[in-house]
């Protein structure tokens, strides 16, 4: 069972080797004339303003958290689509993905509770205003 492993073992070490000796290998021969200018932060060409220690509103951080969870219902969107017919059919499916035994709506239904509560959360969030920026 153990010599099944080792191609992969094999592999990740060459992996680490090759990563371990491209960095050694600029360490040493890199150039390290480094200046005042070159320790500056860059800022996309303009010239750095206040500390990049600044704090964010966490208004900022609660409207990208509340992207991500409606963002990954998405996600979830596609697997869904892509075996509709498997969950909407009690039998089998014949060559052209068609139900050969009893049509259901259980794929439907599924689908509508998860929109369902996704918009009672929408609705919630709406309701406090956690998506206002001011």
Known sequence: ???????ALLFVLFALGFA?????????L???R??????EPFECGSEPIGSPRVKFSVKFYQVAILFLVFD?????????????????????LNVAGACVGTPTLFGLVEMFIFL?????????????RALDWA
């Open 116 to 128: 369902g509560v996704l918009t009672i959360g929408l609705a919630y969030v709406w309701r406090k």
């Open 20 to 28: 371990g000796a491209n960095l050694g290998i600029a360490m040493v």
């Open 1 to 7: 069972m153990a010599e099944s492993y080792l191609p």
């Open 34 to 39: 480094t200046s005042a200018i070159k320790d």
């Open 72 to 92: 990954i219902e998405v996600a979830f969107l596609y697997p869904w689509a892509s075996l509709f017919r498997e969950l909407s059919c009690e039998g089998a």
């Open 30 to 32: 890199g150039p390290k």
